[in-house]
């Protein structure tokens, strides 16, 4: 089901019914209260050792009034760390700490998957301890940072064919350990150039095996990894995150035949299981390519248009009455705001983002940015 009854609502902004946005959606076994969600936002507050810190509880708390959080891109495997201060799935110290995230979450009656991910050659052995995996031994031509210093992609290891079943493996076993440390379900990463990405880009993808080449191969590990995830926990709590023609990390999409001929056969793939969501990172919520794969897909899809510039209400609220999406995924307005959805519902004056503490340490920038009634108490005393 994609849209459930519910009550008239006539709040309106320019003519634009908002009923939509603020109504709840059944996404697989996810009952949001409302189609805010929360993009998986990278803000590098955990420890060295991939735990979760308390402030990171406090963070996803506060923002619990957003119909679902996806939490920070985690680590699947220790050789898939992307960066330092990264959260990881592996450890059992690392499951304690997410337990005590989801149980702020749940406390404040919120919702949270966990994004699963394995960096793949946007890494660096300085910050995983491992050599660097990829589908093929195709360097990205850029810097990262290890250690707080600046050093060069390495050229990556192009894993074995026999190799890849247990990188599969490692999807599975961190899925299962983000719903034992009280998840409700998992989005699996496969944008912005990371592992499941790399896959399916020509750029980063020059296999000769039954996992290059064409489209129907090049999707093939992918479509594994979804497969075996849904056998694992079950298609309601699985979703999947893509982010077509996004040109990042070396990554390049830029031959529209190809990416529809790509993302298309994956919705067609991923359409039989009945996952709860596809989520897709593009400028173009309106354009033949998302609205394609939307319908190829059949089932909840959620678009986020904010990586150039930010989501802001009025193009939610666009998106919702133009039959665009199910559901829009905010990322800056979210951070800066820990009660947009009030703010929106009631179409109050939103906090400005500090850019300069996005990838900090501490709480300044993370857990500190008020409340509208916190601003109006500052203001009155």
């Given at each position: 089901?994609?849209?459930?009854?519910?009550?008239?609502?006539?709040?309106?902004?320019?003519?634009?019914?908002?009923?939509?946005?603020?109504?709840?959606?059944?996404?697989?076994?996810?009952?949001?209260?409302?189609?805010?969600?929360?993009?998986p936002l990278t803000r590098s507050r955990a420890g060295a050792d991939g735990v979760p810190t308390e402030i990171m509880a406090e963070?996803?708390?506060?923002r619990a009034s957003v119909g679902l959080i996806i939490s920070e891109g985690t680590f699947q495997s220790l050789p898939g760390k992307?960066?330092?201060?990264?959260?990881?799935?592996?450890?059992?110290?690392?499951?304690?700490?997410?337990?005590?995230?989801?149980?702020?979450?749940?406390?404040?009656?919120?919702?949270?998957?966990?994004?699963?991910?394995?960096?793949?050659?946007?890494?660096?052995?300085?910050?995983?301890?491992?050599?660097?995996?990829?589908?093929?031994?195709?360097?990205?031509?850029?810097e990262t940072r290890a250690g707080g210093t600046k050093v060069a992609y390495p050229l990556p290891r192009a894993l074995e064919t026999?190799?890849?079943?247990?990188?599969?493996?490692?999807?599975?076993?961190?899925?299962?350990?983000?719903?034992?440390?009280?998840?409700?379900?998992?989005?699996?990463?496969?944008?912005?150039?990371?592992?499941?990405?790399?896959?399916?880009?020509?750029?980063?993808?020059?296999?000769?095996?039954?996992?290059?080449?064409?489209?129907?191969?090049?999707?093939?590990?992918?479509?594994?990894?979804?497969?075996?995830?849904?056998?694992?926990?079950?298609?309601?709590?699985?979703?999947?995150?893509?982010?077509?023609?996004?040109?990042?990390?070396?990554?390049?999409?830029?031959?529209?035949?190809?990416?529809?001929?790509?993302?298309?056969?994956?919705?067609?793939?991923?359409?039989?299981?009945?996952?709860?969501?596809?989520?897709?990172?593009?400028?173009?919520?309106?354009?033949?390519?998302?609205?394609?794969?939307?319908?190829?897909?059949?089932?909840?899809?959620?678009?986020?248009?904010?990586?150039?510039?930010?989501?802001?209400?009025?193009?939610?609220?666009?998106?919702?009455?133009?039959?665009?999406?199910?559901?829009?995924?905010?990322?800056?307005?979210?951070?800066?705001?820990?009660?947009?959805?009030?703010?929106?519902?009631?179409?109050?004056?939103?906090?400005?983002?500090?850019?300069?503490?996005?990838?900090?340490?501490?709480?300044?920038?993370?857990?500190?940015?008020?409340?509208?009634?916190?601003?109006?108490?500052?203001?009155?005393?």
């Amino acid at each position: 089901m994609l849209d459930g009854d519910h009550p008239p609502n006539n709040n309106s902004t320019n003519g634009f019914n908002v009923t939509d946005l603020f109504s709840p959606l059944l996404a697989g076994d996810l009952s949001l209260a409302n189609r805010i969600v929360m993009a998986p936002l990278t803000r590098s507050r955990a420890g060295a050792d991939g735990v979760p810190t308390e402030i990171m509880a406090e963070h996803y708390a506060q923002r619990a009034s957003v119909g679902l959080i996806i939490s920070e891109g985690t680590f699947q495997s220790l050789p898939g760390k992307a960066f330092d201060g990264q959260p990881g799935l592996v450890t059992p110290a690392q499951l304690a700490g997410w337990r005590k995230v989801t149980d702020a979450v749940h406390a404040e009656g919120g919702l949270i998957v966990a994004q699963v991910m394995h960096a793949g050659r946007a890494t660096h052995p300085d910050i995983s301890g491992f050599p660097v995996e990829a589908p093929s031994a195709l360097a990205i031509d850029g810097e990262t940072r290890a250690g707080g210093t600046k050093v060069a992609y390495p050229l990556p290891r192009a894993l074995e064919t026999d190799e890849l079943p247990e990188i599969v493996e490692t999807f599975v076993r961190s899925s299962q350990n983000a719903v034992d440390a009280g998840f409700d379900g998992v989005e699996l990463h496969a944008a912005n150039g990371y592992l499941l990405h790399e896959f399916l880009g020509t750029t980063s993808n020059m296999r000769t095996d039954a996992y290059g080449g064409t489209p129907e191969n090049r999707i093939r590990f992918v479509v594994e990894v979804v497969r075996a995830v849904v056998a694992q926990l079950g298609a309601g709590r699985v979703g999947l995150r893509i982010s077509p023609e996004r040109n990042i990390q070396g990554l390049i999409e830029d031959d529209p035949v190809d990416v529809e001929a790509v993302y298309g056969g994956l919705m067609d793939a991923l359409a039989p299981l009945g996952l709860a969501f596809v989520s897709v990172l593009h400028p173009e919520p309106a354009g033949a390519l998302v609205q394609g794969l939307r319908s190829r897909f059949g089932g909840p899809f959620l678009v986020n248009t904010g990586f150039a510039e930010p989501t802001t209400r009025g193009e939610a609220v666009a998106m919702m009455a133009g039959s665009l999406t199910d559901a829009v995924v905010v990322g800056r307005a979210v951070i800066a705001n820990p009660d947009l959805v009030r703010r929106w519902r009631e179409e109050l004056e939103e906090n400005e983002l500090d850019f300069s503490t996005l990838y900090a340490e501490g709480t300044v920038g993370y857990t500190d940015y008020p409340t509208y009634d916190d601003t109006k108490a500052r203001a009155a005393s």
